[in-house]
């Protein structure tokens, strides 16, 4: 009964981060794992200047690292998902780690349960950057989406004829 009621908390709390791990660690460098633990990586900020209409998708990559996540739409435009905390630092997805399958064999799931509520709370604090790519690699559109705790369901658009001296935003 134990061990049934141990296998049903994880599967419903598994479901509560948005982004979560899909691939093993692979650097066990003491920067990747202070990053996994904190789930921050400090030496990238957002920068406003980056995420603007135009910019190559080349430039926001080498300013802002990797894409949090990657889609495409169904008009074959490439959607790239920043996600950055209050203070500007960017969030890092979670890995899977050798001490992750350990404790979570040890704990019989409670630290995979505690895990999940760990990554949902990180993730209701931050904001979401939408950059939608045009045909020729600039981002063609920016939306913009609240901490959940801020104000909830808030997005901001930018499109590409909106007025470049107000930035944009819609």
């Not at 049903?8 to 692979?26: D, H, I, K, N």
């Not at 790239?80 to 979670?94: Q, R, S």
């Not at 704990?107 to 760990?118: E, F, H, K, N």
Request: net charge negative; hydrophobic share 35%.
């Amino acid at each position: 009964m134990k061990r049934w009621l141990s296998i049903a908390l994880t599967l419903l709390v598994s479901g509560c981060a948005r982004f979560q791990p899909t691939a093993p660690g692979l650097s066990f460098s003491p920067t990747s794992e202070l990053q996994s633990m904190t789930l921050k990586d400090t030496s990238v900020h957002y920068d406003p200047n980056v995420m603007r209409l135009g910019v190559a998708r080349s430039a926001v990559q080498s300013a802002f690292g990797e894409p949090n996540s990657t889609d495409s739409l169904e008009d074959g435009q490439t959607d790239d998902v920043y996600a950055f905390y209050p203070d500007g630092t960017k969030f890092v997805n979670p890995t899977v780690r050798p001490r992750n399958i350990a404790l979570g064999v040890f704990t019989a799931g409670a630290s995979v349960a505690v895990r999940q509520l760990r990554l949902h709370q990180a993730e209701s604090k931050l904001t979401l950057y939408h950059a939608v790519y045009g045909s020729d690699g600039t981002i063609a559109s920016i939306r913009i989406e609240s901490p959940a705790n801020g104000s909830p369901g808030t997005t901001q658009a930018q499109s590409p004829s909106a007025n470049s001296s107000d930035a944009g935003i819609e």
